[in-house]
């Protein structure tokens, strides 16, 4: 007697491959591949959950991807956000045997493969690029560059890179003339004067900046279009990673930004309790608004993040100095910002070992924070606190 082997309606098997996609495990994409091999009929779904999301590349797989895509310009297709881990660079991007072959870096197989893959990307809409703060890679900074050719990227990150200077940074960004959102976090300068004023991008759709950590951001500041409508900043570089001779943040630059609409300024508190520990960790939040001229800000935030990185803590109250905060909560209530409707402070914490600490003092920790804000709700500016704990990141 022949036994029948149970079948699942495809809409069923479908939604089974769309939940698979959904998991935030390091075998997903192994799952996912191995679905494509089961079914003909689940190969088109396994595709677009495979292609669609390419993030967290790293080197060697870079080039057989390339040319998967250059193969296929189905797949190419599919990919709307795209991520480069670069570790070893240029090694790996320069290929060394091609190196005393070739003095253009274009002639490298990772070159050729990425010129031939970049028509295929017809709906690439997001890209983010991480160094792992290598020194200066001319080929890497022209890898990235070469993605301006795709027209329909509106939205780059650009994380852990060094620059020679800020002109390199406007080099590599400016050919991206349709970017909507541009990240910058976590990156350095070797040469920090900008020879001269620099607009970053020709400022036709870019709208969004964000940056984060990164050394000088008031010297990026300076080099961005002022038309941007949202803004977020910090926290600046950790105290602990900056050099003595290394100038202070100045955040004059700020008064440039008349259209701002949105505005976050954050701040974190890394390692409390130790040398690392920085305890004038909000100093630099009322600084920075005290220089803000758009008369447009309706929303502002203030996310706090504290990594206690498991020390141990008599009080977690004790870390947050209001002083700073009421003077922004001045600076709100004096009428700088008359379209201002809501201010959003959350705190985070991460980390942290003594969840008995927590339990005790959350709510206290939410009234000192609504306690630093007197005078806003006064001046009709609604102020909602939230505050939770957070497992390590």
Request: proline content about 7%.
């Amino acid at each position: 007697m022949q036994h029948l082997r149970p079948r699942l309606p495809l809409d069923i098997c479908l939604r089974i491959i769309d939940a698979i996609r959904e998991e935030d495990s390091s075998d997903r994409i192994k799952t996912l591949s191995a679905c494509a091999l089961t079914s003909r009929a689940w190969l088109p779904r396994v595709r677009v959950h495979l292609y669609q999301d390419v993030r967290g590349l790293r080197e060697n797989q870079l080039l057989p991807f390339l040319r998967t895509i250059a193969a296929s310009p189905e797949l190419g297709q599919l990919v709307q956000l795209f991520g480069v881990h670069f570790e070893s660079c240029p090694s790996l991007i320069w290929y060394p045997p091609y190196k005393s072959k070739h003095r253009k870096p274009q002639s490298a197989p990772i070159f050729v493969a990425l010129r031939q893959a970049l028509p295929r990307f017809t709906r690439l809409d997001w890209l983010s690029f991480h160094s792992k703060n290598l020194y200066p890679c001319d080929e890497m900074l022209l890898f990235v560059k070469m993605f301006s050719a795709v027209k329909t990227v509106r939205d780059l990150e650009l994380e852990s890179l060094v620059f020679e200077g800020f002109c390199d940074l406007v080099k590599l960004v400016n050919p991206f003339v349709q970017l909507e959102r541009l990240a910058v976090s976590s990156c350095n300068w070797i040469d920090l004067p900008a020879p001269r004023p620099l607009d970053l991008t020709k400022g036709r759709a870019l709208r969004f900046l964000e940056f984060e950590q990164n050394l000088y951001e008031h010297g990026l500041l300076s080099v961005c279009p002022s038309t941007v409508d949202t803004l977020h900043l910090g926290p600046p570089t950790y105290h602990f990673e900056r050099n003595e001779e290394d100038p202070d943040e100045d955040y004059k630059v700020l008064s440039r930004y008349t259209d701002l609409e949105t505005l976050s300024l954050r701040a974190s508190l890394f390692q409390p309790g130790t040398p690392y520990a920085n305890n004038n960790w909000l100093e630099w939040l009322p600084e920075a608004l005290s220089n803000v001229r758009s008369m447009n800000v309706s929303n502002f935030d203030i996310p706090l993040k504290i990594y206690a990185e498991g020390a141990q803590l008599d009080s977690l109250r004790a870390l947050i100095d209001r002083s700073h905060l009421l003077r922004i909560d001045e600076i709100l209530s004096s009428g700088s910002f008359p379209n201002l409707c809501v201010a959003h402070i959350t705190l985070e914490v991460y980390d942290l070992e003594d969840l008995e600490l927590w339990e005790a003092e959350r709510e206290g920790l939410v009234d000192d924070l609504a306690a630093s804000f007197p005078k806003c709700p006064g001046a009709g500016i609604d102020v909602s606190i939230t505050a939770w704990e957070c497992p390590a990141p």
